[in-house]
């Protein structure tokens, strides 16, 4: 017999599924020696999983996620604060950092 609960309940295994994928790509990011090119691969690798429970919501992705990768690719040094000059009082220009 089929209660009206299973569409939820199947929802909840696909976003538990995409919440632990994206724990364990932070937790190797963090820990393991990676290229910026191999942590993109991996990246894609999670986006994709999302695309294929959840397809058409990948601002969802960006919104939620991305972020999460971002500061994890800074703290594990994998991506550095991008310069960019400022214009300082009299024209003079000086580089600074910006977050990624």
């Given at each position: 017999m089929q209660?009206?609960?299973e569409p939820i309940t199947?929802?909840?295994?696909?976003i538990r599924r995409l919440r632990i994928s994206a724990d364990l790509l932070i937790q190797y990011l963090m820990t393991?020696?990676?290229?910026?090119?191999?942590?993109?691969?991996l990246i894609e690798g999670v986006r994709?999983?999302?695309?294929?429970?959840?397809?058409?919501?990948n601002h969802v992705f960006e919104l939620i996620y991305m972020?999460?990768?971002?500061?994890?690719?800074?703290e594990a040094g994998l991506t550095a604060r991008r310069p960019r000059l400022r214009a300082l009082p009299g024209g003079r220009l000086r580089e600074g950092y910006e977050p990624l």
């Open positions: 209660t009206g609960d199947e929802e909840n295994k696909r393991h020696p990676t290229t910026q090119s191999e942590a993109e691969k994709g999983l999302s695309q294929a429970l959840f397809p058409g919501t972020p999460r990768f971002r500061r994890a690719l800074r």
